[in-house]
């Protein structure tokens, strides 16, 4: 959750006394009441006062962690949206698009239309997140209390684009689903993470679409999802058995036969894009069986393997790109194609009045769950102190 510190690699690791959590990037899941050894993890309500103080001391000097873009972030400080009840409409229902949902309800009068275009609430939680980090999932069941608040009208399987009716705002909590393309020759036959992970995660509609085949498979990217693909392909049956995955995807991974991956991150290891925690937990399980190499870009993918810029190459049955996603383009509103953005001032869109952006489509396609919670709240604070005509969700 990187909302845990220190953690690995920083000061105090492994040597203070206690562990802190940090409140702006928490996402009250609860995971950590469930592994802590000792039942020190404890909600703010229930543990002693001077906790709760020693707590907040730790993080008075510390800027936010994983949240560098929310650098002007500052602790909301609401005017409660007058006038009676206003009409929202918050398209997804990813993090971005709960946490906005919840901040409104909070904060404000407001009646909230939610749509998705899947059936459930949750977005990446639901078909991003690893089938082996169930407690990180557990986060759905809050958004799923949201959903059936009084003032949210949730709507599943609807595109935003299917609606007529007008609102006093929207906010686009769409994601950035798009997986980055490597641009080399045999790309296509390749299996991108967004196709691997929806696959294994089951969202409707998704199919593996390359055949696995060991016993060598090569990831390209250094990034926590590279990290997930290759603990999930490198899972052992009884692994596997203990995950909720489909009977289907347990099989056919555990007759893919691959039983070595090759990492590959075109910087060195401390540009690498993985945490720190990451890398232990494939190590501690696998580490026998993953070879990290760096300084290396691939220039052509063939069935014999994956050639590399320096004349090397790396026989192997798969080749996996991790490289990271982009949003796309929303109908109506301004879209900046360098950062895969809707261009917003704190997510207000530029030029567009009573349209918000919040989550992956207002930041890019980085940050885990906790940091769209201070990113929704920054957009609904930016809402609420605005006045401005009526929205609808193409206009
Ligand atoms: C593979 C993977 C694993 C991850 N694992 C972790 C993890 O273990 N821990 C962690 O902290 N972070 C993790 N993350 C990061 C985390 O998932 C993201 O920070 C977060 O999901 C981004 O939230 P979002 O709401 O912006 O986007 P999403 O979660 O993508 O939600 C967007 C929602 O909008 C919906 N939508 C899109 N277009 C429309 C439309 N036109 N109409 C209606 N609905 C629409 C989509 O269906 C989706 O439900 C992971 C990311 C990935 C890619
Ligand atoms: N457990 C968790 O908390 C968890 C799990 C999954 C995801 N997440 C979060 O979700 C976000 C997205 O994760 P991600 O892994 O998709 O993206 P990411 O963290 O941005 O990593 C992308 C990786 O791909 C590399 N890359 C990009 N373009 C490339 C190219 N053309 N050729 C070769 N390599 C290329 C990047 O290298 P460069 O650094 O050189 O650009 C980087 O190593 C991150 O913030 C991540 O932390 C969190």
Redesign the pocket.
Known sequence: ??SIHPSPGEPGFGTGASLFIDPRTCIDCGACADICPVDAAQPAEQAAAEDVERNAAYFAEKEPLDATDLDSWEAPSYQVWGGGPRRVLV???????MYATRELLLRTTAEVTL????AQV????RY???PD?PS?KQIIESFERIARHRRVRWMPS????ELQDSFDAVIH?????RSRRLGINGEDAACS?EDF?AWYNGRPGAALPVELVGPRAVIVGNG??AL?VARILLSDEERLRRMDVSQSVRQTLAASGIKEVVLLGRRGPDEAAYTQPALQELLTAAGDRVELRYHARPTDWTSAGLALDDGTSIAAGNLFTAIG?EGKPIDGLPFDPDRGIVPNVRGAVVGHPGHYV????KRGAR??????KACAQETVMALVSSSRGPASPGS
């Open positions: 959750m990187n398209v997804g229902a990813g993090p971005a698009g749509v998705d275009r899947l949750g977005g990446l939680v991003g997140v690893a980090h990180t609807t595109d935003a684009t909590a769409v994601g950035a689903r993470a992970v926590n999802v997930d996603f919040a989550g992956w489509i940050g885990g769950i906790g940091v769209n």
